[in-house]
């Protein structure tokens, strides 16, 4: 929802004043919502947090800011009342920081006694136990309680935009209900019409950080023999390793992009080949080489050479991983 007139109302102004124009008459302003538009919107709402059946264990708020710029939230808040209600919002959540350009915002409300998984890290915390089915919620320009009316006004002084689930407040027409497995998201830009914005579906909530990555696993120190292991699977498979040999042969050309790598000596695991291979697909593909853990040197014949391949022994040493 936007706080600001639309087209047809300052369509409406510029003939008010043609026809005081023409007619001689005194016309009195039309009136204006005092809210500044904001640019951002509602983007999601859930209320079944924590209930039976549900998985997530927070109900949650979430913003979204559709512009080219980050919006600050400070000083503004989300309010919450009953799909019934007449009165004052009963549940007021300050909001603090701003709202990434084209990002989203998660506010992280109660928490249930049900579900299994948090909500990624939020952006604001309250404690607004909402329904699971049906209320009604909006973005205010401040932080006092606000007390909309209880009917499908699209714009509302103090309100930057508000969703009416199954309520009997909303923008145009009230948006489906829900469940307890169920949230109402935004589907389209914002047109003032809660009933065509919002798509009742799985929840999906996304923070103003976006999705973390998990952290590198730290690598393992491993000889070569350790590396390959006496089996036809090397014990070290999945893990990042690093490994130190004589590079017997190197194949920087003719489609191999690898070279083979050896243990001087006898090998440190007994029955362990002495020797690996390390090849590296096209950068576009993969970006580290990855071991192949063949069976024992004995059991197979050693790489052919071939031209371009490097005959000078040279030791190496090499981190990779494993699989």
Known sequence: MSTTPRASRRGLAVAATLAAAVTGLTLAPLPTAQAA???????????????????????????YNPTSAPISVNGMSVQYRSSGSTSAATGVTPLSGSVPAGGHYLIQEAVGTGGTTALPTPDATGTIAMSGSAFTVWLATGTTALNPAADGTAVRDGIVDLVGVNSNTFETAKAAGLSNTTSSSRTKADNDNNADEFTAGAPDPQAAGGTTEPPADEPTEATIAEVQGTGDTSPLVGKTVVTQGVVTAAYPTGGYNGFYIETPGDPDTPGASRSASSTRPPRSRRPRPTWSCSTPRSARSAPSRRRGASSTPRRRRSRTRVS
């Open 37 to 63: 538009s904001t640019g951002l919107v509602i983007s999601e709402v859930y209320g079944g947090g924590g209930n039976s059946g549900a998985t997530l264990t927070h109900d949650f708020i979430e913003l």
